[in-house]
């Protein structure tokens, strides 16, 4: 195990290094100007935006300027931000805590929900409250979280004005007071997030549970004298979590790098939103930033599910 761990945290590093590159090109040739807002500006003369210029190495080939990105990353440097001018990493420790709170929540209270729900629904096919389960989860992960976001606001904020529809980012919790504005404001975004999750994930696990029901293994303990709850959730739900752990481990990057749609919508201040916005200004040390830390995220836990199958299936063993 510590043999293919090492192997394959080999491997990561020129993923990685491709994925920077690329990402970087793609940056660096698409149209945009990162000081765009200074030659909007008349008060900034054309020498001084060119000093600008010079002094952030943007007159440089953009293979150059990976060069020099590359080796400041090694340094533990992730830059300046064109637009906040403020360090990359400063600027993303302000905005994660926002998409901690919203995502995170969203995707534990997703799992909450969808695992119970998918095991239920296999072990009762086809009865009331599978055909109810199913149709949940086809109406989950199909309806695309921008319109039941308008829903849900059209609903609980203009109707009945119930909840808020703008996410105060600026808040803090430090008496019960604050605590209910917080947990009313997360109402509505988190549930738009979890429906969507739920769905797919509900399909998943239903679908793995199904498989495995009818295994030899499950009637060889059912024919022990195991009861049925033994069998079910001891044997076949641990066998069914094998395909879901990639489902749920390749989930775990989302919440770092946050609901592009859903912060747009409920105008929540977190990594999605930092991103959408850094792409319209052509602020390349933050969006590289993000999606590096995103594509380190997906390797992480590609490797952490690969470790996972082979604590759930003894007889996986990476030699």
């Known amino acids: 195990m510590g043999r293919y761990i090492l192997r394959r945290l080999i491997f990561a590093v020129p993923t990685l290094l491709g994925i920077s590159l690329v990402i970087f090109a793609i940056l660096a040739l698409a149209p945009g100007d990162p000081l765009a807002q200074f030659a909007a500006d008349p008060s900034v003369p054309p020498e001084a935006r060119e000093q600008i210029r010079e002094s952030l190495g943007l007159n440089d080939p953009w293979y150059i300027r990976y060069f020099k990105w590359l080796t400041a990353l090694f340094r533990g440097d992730w830059g300046y931000s064109f637009a906040s001018r403020v360090p990359v990493l400063d600027l993303i420790a302000q905005r994660l805590p926002q998409t901690l709170q919203v995502v995170g929540v969203a995707y534990l209270v997703s799992i ?56 105060d980012s600026t808040l803090r919790v430090t008496d019960w007071e604050t605590f209910v504005r917080q947990v009313r404001q997360m109402i509505m975004p988190v549930t738009v997030l979890a429906l969507f999750q739920t769905g797919s994930l509900t399909r998943f696990v239903r679908a793995a549970m199904m498989e495995n029901l009818p295994a030899d293994y499950a009637r060889t303990a059912r024919a022990k004298g195991l009861s049925e709850q033994v069998v079910v959730l001891r044997h076949v739900f641990r066998n069914s979590m094998i395909p879901v752990v990639t489902l749920l481990a390749l989930g775990v990057p ?18 999605g939103e930092l991103l959408i916005k850094s792409i319209q200004n052509s602020d390349t040390p933050v969006v590289m930033a993000i999606t590096f830390i995103f594509a380190v ?18 007889r996986i063993r990476y030699d």
């Open 112 to 167: 909450l929900i969808a695992v119970p729900i998918g095991i239920i629904s296999a072990v009762r096919p086809y009865s009331l409250f599978d055909n109810l389960a199913t149709t949940f989860a086809f109406i989950g992960f199909s309806v695309p979280t921008f319109f039941t976001g308008l829903v849900l606001i059209l609903i609980f904020s203009v109707r009945l004005n119930a909840l808020p529809f703008i996410y």
């Open 254 to 271: 989302t919440i770092f790098t946050g609901a592009i749609v859903t912060e747009q919508i409920f105008r929540i201040n977190g990594i």
């Open 297 to 314: 995220l997906v390797v992480f836990f590609n490797l952490v599910a690969d470790v996972l199958y082979g604590v759930l299936d003894p």
